[in-house]
Nanobody, 123 residues
Framework: QLQLVESGGGLVQPGGSLRLSCAASGFTFGGSGVGWFRQAPGKEREAVACISSNGDLRNYVDAVKGRFTTSRDNAKNMVYLQMHSLKPEDTAVYYC????????????????WGQGTQVTVST
């Protein structure tokens, strides 16, 4: 059974850092593009970043460029989202998703989703 599990969320002060992890089970991650999305309270889910199956293509939305970096370790079936200089507006539930596309920033590109991990940026 395909499963994605996010971890690494938590409470952090503005300006702080967190690293989210996305672990895959039931399939080989290495053949999938992976996207990161987030959903803030009262808002629709939005794209954050994506990474291609071999990691050579990465895209970020403007709101996180220069602050977030996504990477992957296919040998460990893991994808990561390193977040620096966090802002209160980054507060959201963060999701990873896998799909058979190189690197997409729309939900329709993905067919397997994790349950999400909460990130709260606050004093």
């Amino acid at each position: 059974q395909l499963q994605l599990v996010e971890s690494g969320g938590g409470l952090v002060q503005p300006g702080g850092s967190l690293r989210l992890s996305c672990a895959a089970s039931g399939f080989t991650f290495g053949g999938s593009g992976v996207g990161w999305f987030r959903q803030a309270p009262g808002k629709e889910r939005e794209a954050v970043a994506c990474i291609s199956s071999n990691g050579d293509l990465r895209n970020y939305v403007d709101a996180v460029k220069g602050r977030f970096t996504t990477s992957r370790d296919n040998a460990k079936n893991m994808v990561y989202l390193q977040m620096h200089s966090l802002k209160p507006e980054d507060t959201a539930v963060y999701y990873c998703a896998a799909g058979h596309i190189p690197c997409g920033l729309v939900e329709i590109d993905y067919d397997s989703w994790g349950q999400g991990t909460q990130v709260t940026v606050s004093t």
